[in-house]
């Protein structure tokens, strides 16, 4: 690692309203802090904790932490306290600025004053009644999301994974609907190489990666054709070949490497499975909801499916999935077909009510498209001739950053600078996607942070 001095970068300030600014030392990175936010991760590569570097309160929390949870997370070594805005403090005051969102879903920030009355005032009114019940915030958010997309329908969930188990099931269902009289209606599914939909059985099965699902076979019968992203030649001979629902993609591949479809690429999957009779799923649980300056993904390419699948951003933090639907699949459904017992309560739905309000304003999402440009600009401008950066790509405000080697080493640098960063594909992609309200200011010193400890490296 190279020596550095101690160089001054200017923090943004405790309080959101604040001007002023306070200086903190840059610290080069300690060698033996190694670790990932997302599960990219082999556990068997992370070194232990440096103790100097944690403190004591923090340390006793995370002890305690591997004594009682399951160990599905690789954590990152920091214990969050609390927010606002774009910033979250650890247990010890250390400030951050967050450029993960809690993967791409605070899109207002923390603490959002709206967001907060919303919940406050529906949790003091009624939070949870079951789908037993009608109430009024699920109806309200169900109008305003057809309202803004290509749907006429909308189920609602509790995450990202359920949505696309929703989405499955109503595909197969929707496939036995149209064909009546076949004994063998077609189930199976075709996805994409370095996809994520999900980890339980239905959405893993429909996930590439090899680490997630090796574990766990045998999983759902259908759901293992993966094609390369962009071949649309391949998923037109399957079709073909084959006995295909739904095709499933990702109009902007997260998790995968903050990969972007082409116009032919979604327009041809869009022709094959109308010639087919196939559904076409896009699957916006991580790209949808302003992410990508526009209020859907796929509204950039002008290309519209038979479902879509949303979650992480929506409400604002809490839980919840949608998979919104044309007529043509919904048509298919019937009650018992499909269920939650917390989806879509009226909690849930306010807090989301006011965050799809904020997001589908014309001015917000040309603001996320300007930042988004800026960011990339900054990133290539600052990062300019380095040796270790192979290409800087995204939409709006999902950026990555792709390396020659693990971006691990470089997403520990900048926590220990007071920046939040995630990595995505082979865990050799560093992927920025800050509250969709982070201001100018705060991209400048995203950046600069990661300039420099990308060259201490
Ligand atoms: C594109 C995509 N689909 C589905 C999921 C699963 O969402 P959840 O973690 O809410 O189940 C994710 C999560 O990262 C995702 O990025």
Known sequence: ???????????PSLSIQSKSYKRLPFKPHNAKISSCLVSDVNPKTITATNSASVSPASKELMDADKNVMVGTYARTPVVLERGIGCKVFDVDGKEYLDMTSGIAVNALGHCDPDWVKAVVDQASTLTHV??????????????RLIECSFAD??????????????????????QRHTHPNS?????????????????TIGSLSLTSKQQYRVHFKPLMPGGDIFVEYGNVA?????????????????????????????????????SVCDEAGALLVFDEVQCGLGRTGHLWAHEAYGVYPDMMTLAKPLAGGLPIGVVLTTEKVSSAINPGDHGSTFAGSPMVCNAALTVLNKINTPTFLSDVAKKGN??????????KGNKHVKEIRGMGLIVGIELDMPAAGLVDACRENGVLVLTAGGGDVVRLV???????????????????CLEAL
């Open 1 to 11: 690692m190279a020596h550095l001095q101690s160089l001054n970068i200017i923090q």
């Open 130 to 143: 079951s789908n037993v019940y009608y109430s009024v915030p699920q109806v309200k958010l169900a109008q």
């Open 153 to 174: 329908r909308v189920f609602f969930s509790n995450s990202g994974t359920e949505a696309n188990e929703a989405a499955i099931k109503f595909s197969r269902k929707y």
């Open 183 to 199: 004994t063998d209606p077609p189930t199976e599914f075709i996805a994409f190489v370095n996809c994520f939909h999900g980890r």
């Open 234 to 270: 391949e998923v037109a001979r399957l079709v073909k070949e084959r006995s295909v629902a739904a095709v499933f993609v990702e109009p902007l591949q997260g998790e995968g490497g903050i990969h972007c479809a082409t116009k032919e690429f979604l327009s041809g999957l869009r």
């Open 374 to 383: 800026y960011l990339k600009e900054l990133l290539a401008k600052k990062m």
């Open 434 to 452: 800050p509250p969709l309200v982070i201001s100018m200011e705060e991209l400048e010193f995203g950046a600069e942070v990661i300039r420099k």
